[in-house]
Nanobody, 121 residues
Framework: QVQLVESGGGLVQAGDSLRLSCTASGRTFSSYFMGWFRQAPGKEREFVAASVYYADSVKGRFTISRDNAKNMVWLQMNSLKPEDTAVYYC????????????????????WGQGTQVTVSS
């Protein structure tokens, strides 16, 4: 089992950058497939990034990375836009995912509590 805690959200202006962090508990963190999702008010939770996969809306602006020794995953977000405003969630899955499965929230076993990102225009 793994517990996830996100941090790093905040209020920024369009064009700014933020780096979200996700700290995981547990000894087998390296075996988990990690992803980032987001959910805006009134909308469904949507895929952002996982492994080498990125949503089209963030490709070229966001970068996911991890350090298994530190049990951490990051989401570097550059050139932020107002439409990036959402609660961002870190998620862990017990098995590697293909591009098709990585985008599906139901494929993930554990979730953090989320961190709010607000981008003003």
């Amino acid at each position: 089992q793994v517990q996830l805690v996100e941090s790093g959200g905040g209020l920024v202006q369009a064009g700014d950058s933020l780096r979200l962090s996700c700290t995981a508990s547990g000894r087998t963190f390296s075996s988990y497939f990690m992803g980032w999702f987001r959910q805006a008010p009134g909308k469904e939770r949507e895929f952002v990034a996982a492994s080498v996969y990125y949503a089209d809306s963030v490709k070229g602006r966001f970068t996911i990375s991890r350090d298994n020794a530190k049990n951490m995953v990051w989401l570097q977000m550059n050139s932020l836009k107002p439409e990036d405003t959402a609660v961002y969630y870190c998620a862990a899955a017990g098995r590697p995912k293909t591009w098709y499965r990585a985008r599906n929230p139901t494929e993930y076993d554990y979730w953090g509590q989320g961190t709010q990102v607000t981008v003003s225009s």
